[in-house]
């Protein structure tokens, strides 16, 4: 059984209808982005990372407002970006794939499509490449030839416990991850879903590649977390932070394996 930590480290003022692709009643009331990296915590203290976020330079040049970098985060909860192993890429967006260059001894785990997505055609338009910045995806590269990536194509498993869900959608090699807690099978459905209500109203967010797709992909999270959609992690809702505990080892830290507030 894991545990696992959401660590917020930035956040987004932004109001509803940014956040939908369809026309909502709420259209002009606040509804913020936080953008978080998620610590899995498992046997034998084995450590896996679910993406590594954007740095200060990045959240300047894009208007986001950073909490906390990162790797602060990770030593509050008394580890460091050194001592990770493994980092699950959900996909190549700069917010979750910004600090690759923090983890010098951890693979990469990522699916095939995304890294053909991000250097392929598609990269020639404008408005597909532009959730994500080149040096990141460069950087990936690098990784690549120096032995440092491992593959999946669709499903894997990255320890124990710990497997990785390819479903496209926001992105055309987007991965969800469901790790075995306690309470059920977690599903870390990042991008899959920005917000609660992108799934409960079947309401899109507007940054995605194929839309039937992000429409599977909120079905497939469901059936991982075995129906159970308390166990399904969108990935920015600062609701995350209001439905689950807070962690005993840091204020900006929550605990999403133990049972949330009802």
């Not at 499509?113 to 995806?137: I, K, N, Q, W, Y």
């Not at 690098?142 to 990785?164: I, M, N």
Request: proline share 6%; glycine share 8%.
């Amino acid at each position: 059984m894991w545990q696992v930590f959401a660590l917020r480290y930035a956040q987004h003022d932004r109001n509803a209808q940014a956040n939908f692709i369809m026309p909502v009643e709420d259209a002009h009331d606040a509804m913020p982005m936080d953008y978080f990296v998620w610590l899995l915590r498992g046997p034998e203290g084995r450590e896996i990372l679910v993406d590594t976020g954007f740095d200060t330079a990045t959240a300047a040049r894009r208007g986001r407002s950073i909490l906390r970098p990162a790797e602060d985060g990770l030593r509050a909860l008394g580890t460091s970006a050194e001592a990770i192993r493994d980092v699950v890429v959900t996909h190549l967006h700069y917010d979750h794939a910004g600090n690759l260059g923090l983890f010098p001894n951890a693979t990469f785990h990522i699916q095939d499509r995304e890294v053909a997505f991000a250097t392929g055609r598609h990269m020639c338009s404008h408005c597909l490449r532009h959730p994500f910045e080149v040096e990141d995806v460069v950087r990936l590269v690098r990784a690549v030839y120096a032995d440092r990536v491992r593959f999946h194509d669709g499903e894997g498993e990255v320890a124990p416990g710990v497997t990785l869900h390819g479903i496209g959608g926001h992105s055309d090699g987007l991965q969800m991850v469901r790790v075995a807690t306690e309470r059920g099978p977690l599903v870390i459905a990042g991008d899959a879903s920005h917000y609660y209500a992108n799934m409960a109203r079947e309401n899109p967010f507007p940054i995605v590649y194929d839309l039937g797709a992000m429409v599977q992909g909120w079905r497939k999270a469901r059936a991982l977390a075995g129906g159970d959609e308390s166990l399904v992690i969108p990935g920015h809702d600062p609701l995350v932070c209001r439905r689950f505990p807070v962690s005993d080892l840091d204020a900006e830290a929550w605990r999403l394996d133990l049972p949330p507030y009802s």
